[in-house]
């Protein structure tokens, strides 16, 4: 009787639970179809192509299979690795000003003062300008003939003459990062501020009254609590910045002499410019595998820090 | 007051003005560089203030004409505000039902769909462009808007699902129990009870795959050249390409472009604000 009655329970259980996963994938399905065919199918295929042989510029040749040749030439070619370096530079210090100013605003932005929530409005502006605009925008205030930070910086008598600001290597890396930085410090600050503001107030009085001075307040209370958004942040950000195209397009075109040219541009020359999408498609493919390692290992490094 | 408070109060006001000018200044430049006449902005040494503000470029945009810069970049705008509102609808309809799907059921493959969701948005999308384009080709879709509409609503909506996955993961699931006991059905409960309580969570994540689909770039440059099709980023892009420009008339190209997200974001900066917040939190 009690076998039975079991049993019959944990029918029922299982029946529920298929019912579930119908309903569940019947809700799913306009997106899955979506994305599969979208994004899936053309991934299976672009990973094929990779595989090939195939040059536009070389019908004659047909698209024999290679094997991993197209990712051993990519491999083997320092242009690869100066583009893989140059975007590893220009992410690494654009991440680390953007969450520098992303937190010391937000920190400011948490205090009472007058004209607080104007400067909250006003400090959300860069983010929402379109990243094109934000390009050429920079592009027009460092143009060497006519731009206005030359225009200032001489008329306020710290340089002499006009500067090429994007003509030298140096240079137009530093405005490439400062683009970068503009446009997306604003998201680190306000995702910082909502996590803050999570924070009672009482916590802080009572580290006051223990004596805690503005550092050990920072990193005891206001770190651990703001610390998981500023990951997921960190790792969408890290993302983003690997990927970083349209700045590069339209504010130097990889120039002068490839300062700025990074792995996407890299890929994109490859596949849009010298129509070899066999090696394109090998370059995408090197640069997901990245993407991957880093969510992986910024994914780990959250899960760890919350045992 | 005491001293230090007074000297605190004064290094706040300074930081905030500083961080203020930082944000504020380059779009007012470009603003001030719209409605100054190309000859001053050409003129050295650069006057700061325009002796003669003129709107000319922003009539010409809007009214001119003919197929001249204006008449073609007002086409842009219009291109661009059909696919981001098209791709915006699609996205948030179709996503906010597996949204509901990942954040309430468990079911079979609910944390594949939920990491293949993740992946598909940090995918670069060069690596899909070859043979999408080939896919395009063949539905004869190259340079058209709706080759865009249909790529964009595949990479703008796993955004979508995370996003109102974490609005709906923060809605009690007492109250859906409740209108279930009461006999409601689970679609019935997901229109009824979830999507007028997460109404603000849905306007905020329509609100940021518009942004996502105005400012795509990539795409739009590889599937769309004529200006029949065209979005605002490619008119900006080749604006600044081109040799002999009016300064002015791309500033002006600028702001439009960017008035409407920067509005959209002011006016519903709270819900922008949770929006974010609700993509940002993990698992």
């Not at chain 1, 731009?147 to 090429?164: F, K, M, R, V, W």
């Not at chain 1, 040219?261 to 410019?273: N, P, Q, R, S, V």
Request: with cysteine.
């Amino acid at each position: 009787m009690k076998r039975i009655s079991k049993y019959s329970q944990r029918q029922t259980v299982q029946e529920f639970l298929n019912r579930e996963t119908t309903s569940a994938w019947f809700l799913m399905l306009p997106s899955f179809v979506i994305i599969f065919g979208l994004v899936g199918y053309p991934l299976i295929q672009a990973f094929v192509l990779s595989f090939h042989f195939h040059k536009v510029t070389m019908p004659n040749l047909g698209h024999p299979f290679v094997g991993f040749k197209n990712y051993l030439s990519v491999l083997s070619d320092p242009y690869f690795w100066s583009s893989f370096q140059r975007t590893a530079l220009f992410m690494a210090i654009s991440l680390v000003l953007i969450f520098i100013i992303g937190i010391l605003v937000a920190h400011l932005l948490n205090k009472e003062f007058v004209g607080n929530k104007l400067l909250t409005t006003v400090v959300i502006i860069p983010w929402a300008i379109p990243i094109t605009v934000n390009a050429m925008m920079w592009k027009w205030i460092f143009n060497p003939s006519y731009g206005s930070l030359n225009a200032l910086l001489t008329q306020l008598g710290i340089i002499s003459e006009y500067q090429a600001w994007l003509s030298t290597p140096t240079s137009a890396m530093g405005v490439l990062i400062l683009c970068d930085v503009w446009k997306n410090f604003p998201l680190v600050a306000i995702l910082t501020l909502a996590a803050m503001k999570t924070i009672p107030n009482s916590l802080y009085e009572a580290a006051v009254v223990d004596g805690a001075n503005g550092w050990q307040i920072f990193w005891k209370i206001t770190l651990p609590v703001i610390m998981p958004s500023l990951m997921v942040t960190l790792i969408l950000r890290s993302v983003d910045a690997f990927k970083v195209f349209d700045t590069v397009y339209i504010l130097t075109s990889g120039g002068p002499y490839d300062a700025t040219k990074t792995i996407a541009y890299f890929g994109y020359l490859e596949t849009f410019k010298y129509l070899d999408f066999g090696r394109g498609a090998a370059i995408a493919f090197i640069m997901t595998l990245f993407i991957g390692l880093l969510a992986f290992g910024y994914y780990r490094l959250l899960n760890h820090g919350n045992n | 007051m005491n001293r230090r408070t007074s000297w605190q109060s004064v290094s706040v006001y300074f930081t905030a003005s500083i961080v203020g000018l930082f944000a504020i200044v380059p779009p007012i430049w470009l603003f001030i560089s719209s409605i100054s006449t190309s000859s001053q902005l050409m003129e050295l040494p650069l006057k700061w203030i325009p002796r003669e503000p003129t709107f000319f470029r922003y009539f010409a945009i809007m009214f001119e004409k003919g197929n001249g810069s204006a008449a073609i970049f007002r086409q842009s705008v219009f291109n661009s505000t059909i696919v981001a509102v098209i791709v915006t609808l699609v996205s948030v309809s179709a996503g906010s039902l597996a949204a509901y799907a990942t954040s309430r059921m468990r079911f079979k493959g609910r944390v594949e769909i939920l990491f293949t969701m993740l992946f598909s948005y940090m995918l670069p999308p060069i690596i899909i462009l070859i043979p999408l384009h080939v896919i395009m080709g063949n539905l004869g879709l190259i340079d058209s808007r709706l080759s865009l509409i249909i790529i964009y609503c595949a990479l703008i909506l796993p955004f979508a699902v995370w996003t109102l996955r974490g609005f709906f993961n923060t809605i009690p699931p007492d109250l859906e129990d409740a209108a279930r006991i009461d006999g409601c059905s689970r679609l019935g409960a997901f229109f009824r009870v979830m999507l007028p309580l997460s109404l603000p969570g849905l306007s905020a994540t329509s609100l940021l795959c518009f942004i996502l689909s105005w400012e795509e770039f990539l795409i739009a440059l590889v599937f769309t050249s004529s200006p029949a099709s065209k979005t605002i980023p490619v008119a900006i892009a080749e604006f600044t390409h081109r040799y002999q420009i009016d300064y002015g008339f791309m500033a002006a190209g600028g702001v439009i472009a960017a008035i409407i997200p920067v509005v959209l974001s002011l006016v519903f900066q709270k819900g922008l604000i949770t929006g974010l917040t609700a993509g940002a939190v993990k698992e």
